[in-house]
């Protein structure tokens, strides 16, 4: 055993490496305590070609997000659908967004974007389910989230969405600053960068949340309905 006083460089990269790659939150799944959040599944951000903003890989995914989706609904677990909205022209978000490289390709279309927010079709919110509208990358900031999860007993948060390095990083971060739980979609989170994409999963493996591909999510909920071990005390 390392003793204080004793920690090489060395060793220190190689701890930090390991866990950035292979580290595991102990975070519980179960489908008592559990909301899925879909971030910013927009006509914007998900249709083909219709805006500057669209995420190719997001519509790769749709598939995957619907299962998703659709496991929660057969297990009643709730899902809280996020949306960016600009109805007050941008001026009710923070003012420095307005200044940053990625609202640059939205000016000419200003009062087109983001004015009613469109769900994208085959991942939009069915009857009943709680939407939520934000004015920024998390969907924390400035909304009734936090209090919709409380209310509704959730401990531990499933997000799903785009894009993986700005609004669902921020919303997973900010959840785990709220003390919830966090697991984030591995295959169910999307980019306009494969490499973001990567290095952002990376930090928040090894600070932030528990890593999942869509698949094992559903696995680890479904099993925990018959799992007594796996529900709260």
Known sequence: ????????EAL??????????HGEARVPLRVSSTSLLCVDLLKEFVEPQWSPLW????????????????AC?????????IGYETTLQGLDGPAPMRKVPISSSMQEFM????????FFEPVAPQPGELIVLKHTYSAFHGTALETLLRNLGIETVV?????????????????YWHGFH?????????SDDAACHAAELRTLRRGYARILESSDIIAELEASQDDPSRRPS
């Open 111 to 118: 009062g087109q974007l983001f004015v009613v927010p469109e």
């Open 1 to 8: 055993m390392t003793k204080l006083g004793e920690f090489t």
């Open 55 to 70: 995420i190719p890989e997001a519509t790769r995914q749709v598939s995957r997000i619907r299962n998703l989706q659709e």
């Open 12 to 21: 220190i990269l190689k701890q930090a490496q390991h866990e950035y790659d």
């Open 73 to 81: 609904r057969r297990l009643g677990i709730p899902i809280i659908h």
């Open 182 to 190: 966090v697991v984030m979609g591995s295959d169910v989170n999307s």
């Open 159 to 175: 997000i799903a969405g785009t894009m993986t390095n700005f609004c669902c990083g921020a919303t997973a971060r900010e959840a």
